[in-house]
């Protein structure tokens, strides 16, 4: 059997959440039922093509934002939050785990 490089560690409720989003093959399909509301913004410019930002949001849940490009509709960038408890200062802190840039 091989050896994994690392530890093993169980995962925490929003680990298992991005995982789970990160293993969705389906994930354009199924990100309307995964979030509840949804706003719309003038974005930013990414990888030279204007963008519009749009953003997920549901309920205990840190937000989901998609940049898409105005021209086509592709996806240029996907931006995923998660909530982490910090077992040494135990406070709650975002912290960025996902900026993929698709172009």
């Known amino acids: 059997m091989a050896q994994c490089p690392g530890r093993v560690h169980t995962m925490s409720a929003a680990e298992n959440a991005a ?18 509301k949804f706003s719309v913004e003038a974005g930013e410019k990414v990888a030279g093509h204007d963008a519009y930002l749009v953003t997920g949001r549901s309920e205990g849940q ?36 996902i900026a993929m840039r698709m172009a």
């Open 62 to 97: 840190p937000p989901l934002c998609l940049y898409m490009d105005k021209e086509s509709g592709l996806l240029l960038r996907l931006v995923r939050y998660a909530e982490l408890l910090s077992a040494a200062t135990q406070h709650r802190s975002t912290m960025r785990i």
């Open 19 to 36: 995982a789970r989003i990160d293993a969705d093959l389906y994930f354009p399909a199924h990100v309307k039922t995964l979030y509840q």
